[in-house]
Each structure stands twice: as C-alpha cells, then as structure tokens.
C-alpha cells in the first residue's frame, strides 16, 4: 500500500526527455499506487482546458487511462498550470484540490499545497499571483482564441523569466513562520509541498512536538517522487531514458 506525490514536472514539448519519463511514471509506477496526487506545475505552462494540441491530448489520455483503471488521481493548482479547471477535470477523471488540502494518509492527516504561497518574501510575484487569479479576469481571459491567450503566455514568460534572474535564492524559499502557521490553521503535523525545487524531509520541532515539511524535487534532470505508505516515506528519482 503507498501513495505517490508528485510536483514541478513542467511538461511542455520542447522537452520529450521529461515527457518520455511521466509516461513510463504513469504505466510502470502510478500503476501500482493506491493514490496519485499532482501538486502543481505539471506544465511548464497550461494555456486553457480548450487546448488542441497533440501533446496536450496526450497527456490527458495517460490520466485518463491511469483512473479508469482504478486509480484516483488529485490534482492541486500551481504557479503555471492554475488554469486547469473543471474541463480538464472532465475529461480526464482526476479530483480538483483546494489550495490548502488535509488527507488522511494512513491515518496520518497531511496539509498538501503546490507551496508558491509559504514564500511569502517573494512580494512581486505574489502581488502577480493574486492578480491572475482573480475570477473576472480568468474569465476573460478563457474566452479569448487559442492563438491569442498563447502570445499572451508568451510575453508572461518571458518577464517571469528575467524577473526570477534578478531574485535571490532565499526569497523564492519558503518562509518558515508561514509553514508552521499553516499546519497550526490546519491542525496538522505534516505537510507535502513542491515549488522550491529543493527536495528534502525536514524535521521540525516545536514545544516538544515534531512536525515533517516533505519537500517535492523538480524533473529537469530527472524524475522526482514521494513514496509515501503505511510504512513510513521516502524521495526517489526515476531516471530519463533515450
């Protein structure tokens, strides 16, 4: 019995390398799960559920597929693929997240989060964050052409890109006085998140109370997966192939 976590795979075409390794994730090792959860960032950026492309079908079928098979896939938003709504849904047969979930991982309760909100010293790209989150604006914008809302991806991309250049390190970590006041609103010992790209199990310990901040790792260079069963936990990697 375990469950796998998984986050920051940033899948787009321009890389079939890290494409390659969430295919043979999904049929070799998903597979045999109890539970898949996806906590953000699974593109590298999702434009909209009316996406036509090829590589955005084939993605959805490996998800589709892995449910139909009985297994439950739950899905929380991130920083680029937060337009995946309730179509993709749909269509694939996986489970919307909260921002902030609690579930009950053999009777452990756990917070789960993409976790770009605990970096709370990253002020410009949260002021960005509440912005295109904003109902109206989503709106607006998942009504626009295909061939528009992906130049207008584009140009977004281009200045995260050289605005993450000029940040250090330490503002795109997470805050510590935010971690802990997210579990103590959720009334948890544990929390699983991704975004930082820094996969680690840190251990916390508070009044005499020990509390576990798992850490997520990125795909870039390799797969990155939480096994987490009724045994205990532990981060692996899954190597790319040719």
């Given amino acids: 019995m375990h469950t796998l976590f998984i986050s920051d795979l ?12 969430f295919i043979s994730f999904m049929r070799e090792d998903a597979i045999k799960a109890d539970a898949l959860y996806v906590l953000g960032d699974l ?24 449910v139909s098979k009985g297994v439950p896939v739950f899905f929380s938003h991130g920083n680029r693929d937060f337009l995946v709504g309730k179509r993709f849904a749909k ?6 997240l909260e921002e902030e979930q609690v579930v009950d ?3 452990e309760k756990v917070v ?21 989150h904003k109902p109206w604006l989503q709106w607006v914008f998942n009504r626009l052409p295909f061939f528009i809302k992906t130049r207008i991806v584009r140009k977004i991309q281009s ?15 997470v805050t510590p006085g935010e971690v802990l006041a997210v579990m103590e609103k959720h009334q948890v010992n544990s929390m699983i998140h991704g975004h930082t790209h820094r996969p680690n199990i840190h251990k916390i ?3 005499g109370e020990e509390k576990t901040r798992i850490v997520l790792g990125d795909w ?20 790319f192939t040719s």
């Fill in 10 to 21: 940033h899948l787009t075409p321009k890389r079939p390398d890290i494409t390659n390794c």
């Fill in 43 to 66: 593109f590298d950026f999702w434009i909209g559920d009316d996406d036509p492309t090829n590589f955005a079908e084939q993605i959805k079928s490996e998800f589709k597929t892995l």
């Fill in 91 to 96: 269509q694939t047969g996986v489970t919307l």
């Fill in 105 to 107: 991982l053999y009777g």
């Fill in 112 to 132: 789960v989060l993409h976790g770009d909100t605990l970096c709370t010293e990253d002020v410009r790209y949260l002021a960005f964050r509440e912005k295109v």
């Fill in 159 to 173: 200045d995260t890109s050289s605005d993450k250049s000029n940040k250090s390190m330490s503002i795109m970590d």
């Fill in 205 to 207: 310990s508070i009044s």
């Fill in 220 to 239: 870039y260079t390799q797969g990155s997966i939480l096994v987490y069963s009724d045994h205990g936990y532990e981060l692996q990697n899954k190597r």
